[in-house]
């Protein structure tokens, strides 16, 4: 055993801390300890021992006791974990933090409800196109590819016979999905499948629950893991395959540090130790298509749904001439699905921002000349504003597109629509499916058994809709404003809103040959729509990407967003303007600083946000001055930093 012990903690410090090992029932590499830190006492992790220390003895106090009897993780997590505290500019306690389980005791995980959904219990024959892509993943044992094909195309059936081929190989794998709680689908398949081997980390289990799921992969027991974003994490000991499914999905990146993307962990993972990555998604990510499109990632297309529907037929509808959210033609195709039998859904969207400023004649919104992302209205101040660079403008009289004098600022909210459908459809069973809903225990499942069972006739919802939840009697699916998420003053705007047209459109006609998709707009000649009506993705990107690369966007640069948030106002723009003079003598050259600037949500709980972000055509130049402003950097009073590396919003 020996006599030093380096320890990490879950603090934001650079650096680990030494600590004399205790004579007997002392701790080594992989295990967690309990030792004074501070005032406080703390539990870390064991990331190194040696027996000698240049530290005075006396400067080195002793661990108080060992926390758990077997390691909990060994070289190839430690190793991950130091690349993700370079990577993401975060302590290695802090990541530990992430990739671990907090439990200290170990009981059985609970059972997860199931879905009533009939599900295959057994390899289904593959069609020519999925064999061809199966034939692919396994031709060589690592490597990159990614299943693009809409949705019903038959992704997760290769999925699932990657993983069978990784096992016959001797090799375990992890199935990531969105979140386990709306996927459970392919949850149930995966049991089915792989039964006892397989293990599900998802987010209602209770730490001790994640213990000992954990202790069951270590062991090897469980060697099919699947779980959301930090499954990426579990100990499979020898890993050959992981998959990422809806590749394109928001909650694969931390919000909380360190602000890891599950895509670039696995990424780096499978190449650490040798394993194949597989993802698939209707709508891959800018940064995947990207990669495919320079060869880094093979693309296997597949393009037929094989469960007996169509895709769906999809009409646009401009909303500027209508009086209501809910158009005539779209409240005549709800009437008409129910006459027939069918269900309809309404799809709401929650990122919409209520305060944007826009041309009620021609849809028109107003950009920044900076930084082309949407300003922001300011009623307060009656000004538009950019929150990327600070450009301000008051709000113009006219349109400076079509000269019309009815221009002002709206929104679209959700209790609007539910109001209106209510009245428009006096005889349907409405639903409702939100953030607000879901807080609400057990609402999710309640809304979503009685739409599924046909309680109901009609579901409003908010994107949560359009993951992957399949219900058989959709006929017509309705996007009630399809450019709420194009107005957001993010550069992501027009990828999200065409993601979510598209997922959206793919609930409909699953199963049957008669789907019915109506897009709501005030702007239908806009790219992002006529791509999304024609659930045509490499149209989109062809002009996306020409637009990203135009305005130095990602995947043609890489961010660095700083957040400086204070509970006394003016202390945020104080931080930031600073840290950004400090920054500035050390951007190289071809790098460039925008802001800082108010966040677009500049006040949250009552504390103010500013952001800064660092852009280059490369990361590592402003990765290593970043993190070395960050190392001395002396936080003032009262000031919260996030640092985001490649955030994937700016709001
Ligand atoms: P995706 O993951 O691409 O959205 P799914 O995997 O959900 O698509 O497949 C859609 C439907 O097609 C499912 O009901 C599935 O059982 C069925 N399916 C997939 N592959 C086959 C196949 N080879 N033969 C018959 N049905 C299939
Ligand atoms: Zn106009
Ligand atoms: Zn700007």
Redesign the pocket.
Known sequence: MAEFLEVAFNVPLPGTFTYRNLPAKGAAIGLRVSAPFGRRELVGWVVGESDTSSLPPTQIKAITRTVDAEPLFGAATTGLARWMAGMYLSGLGECLAAMLPSGRREIGAPALASDDLP??DHA????DE?RSALERITSAPSGTWY?S???????????LQAAEASLAEGRGAIYLVPEIALTG??VE?ARLRFGERCAVLHSRLSPSNRLSEWRRILRGEADVVIGARSAVFAPVTKLGLIII?EEHEGSYKASNAPRYHARQVAMKRAAMEGARLVM?S?TPSAEAWHLMAEGGVEKLG?TR?????ALPKVEVVDLSGEGSPISSRLAEAVRDAHRRGGQSILFLNRRGFSYFFRCKSCGAEIRCRHCSVALTYHKDRNALVCHWCGYRVPPPRSCPECGSLDVGWSGFGTEQVEEEATRLFPDLRIGRLDADTVAKKGELERVLGDFREGRLDLLLGTQMVAK?L?FPLVKTVGVVLADTSLNLPDFRAAERAFSLVVQVA?RAG??SPDGLVIIQTLRPHSYVIRHAAALDVAGFYEEELAVRRELGFPPYARLIRLVFRAREHERAPAAARAFAQALAPSIPAGAELLGPAECPIALVAGTARWQLIVRAPGIAAIHRAVGELLSTWERPAGLRLEVDVDPVSLM
Do not use: P
Request: charged share 15%; no cysteine.
């Open positions: 599900i295959v289904l024959v593959l069609s999925q299943l094909g809409l949705t019903g195309s038959g992704k997760t059936e290769v999925f689908q392919v398949a499914d698939g209707a597949l749904r094989l469960a007996g529907g992957g399949n793919g699953r199963f």
